[in-house]
Every structure is written in structure tokens, then in C-alpha cells.
């Protein structure tokens, strides 16, 4: 039996664009989210609105013909970052998740402070960006594309 080619990289990232476009929640985040394949390695990174589009990439891709592995640690959604968020929130203080953006609004309850809340969110792996606005606005800085 004959050693086979790998299959060409290009025509697995083709393969992933087929599955962008058959669904509509992938194609309405794609503009926040990378695919890249190597030797039919896939890594995807960025984020989804919500976990059936991650479901449907994580899922599909690897029946790919070609595709060796998946890896999608820095891939999220946003649904379950609102679920992580949530966790940190003290009572009268509502979150809302846009593509890793998250945005806190509300009344702080008397003690506590609206720095600690942005900085301990903005630890949360998939969020890129925490606004708050309590009266007055704070943000956090924008996370590097490496992190």
C-alpha cells in the first residue's frame, strides 16, 4: 500500500468555509473568529455568540478529510462567558456578552468596588474587553492578541 499525501491545507480551510456558510450563526460571527490549518492541524481561536455555533465547528471539523487534530482552547462562546461572569457579579449588577465584549451595568451594592469586578472578569479566558458604567464609566485596557 501506497504512503497517501497529506491533503493540502488550503483545501481543508475551503472545507471549514463550507461549514461557516451553512450556518447562520457562524456566519454572523465570522468576522470575530480565526480558522488556520497547518500540516491538517486546525486552531481556532476567537469568539461565537453561542455554544451550538461552537458545537457545530468543533464537532464538524474534524471529519474533515485531512484533519489530523483540533485544537480549540481560545475558541468561546459567549454564553458560557456570560455564565463565568455571572459568578462575579454582587447582586444589582447585570452583564451582557458581544463576542468576548462584556458590558456591566447596574447599581454597585454599598463596599463594593467596580475595579476589582472589571479586573477579576477580564481574567476570564475568552473575554477581550470589560466596560463598565455605574454612574460613571471604567474600562479596562484591550488584551493583546497573544492572550
Known sequence: MEPTEPRPDVDIEEDIKQIIHSFSPLQAS??????HSE??????????????????????????????????EAFFD????????????????????MFGAVALTGRLPSGASADIIIKAIAEIPGVLRVGADFGTVREAPLKSDSQ
Do not use: C, W
Not at 464538524?60 to 485544537?71: L, M, Y
Not at 459567549?78 to 462575579?88: A, H, N, P, Q, T
Open 39 to 72: 500540516n491538517g492541524v486546525v486552531t481556532l481561536k476567537g469568539n461565537v455568540r453561542n455554544p451550538q455555533a461552537r458545537r457545530v465547528m468543533v464537532d464538524n471539523i474534524p471529519r474533515i478529510e485531512g484533519v489530523k487534530a483540533v485544537i480549540s
Open 30 to 35: 465570522r468576522a470575530y473568529f480565526t480558522v
Open 78 to 97: 459567549d454564553e458560557m462567558i456570560r455564565f463565568k461572569v455571572g459568578e462575579l457579579l454582587p447582586p444589582g449588577v447585570h452583564a451582557s456578552v
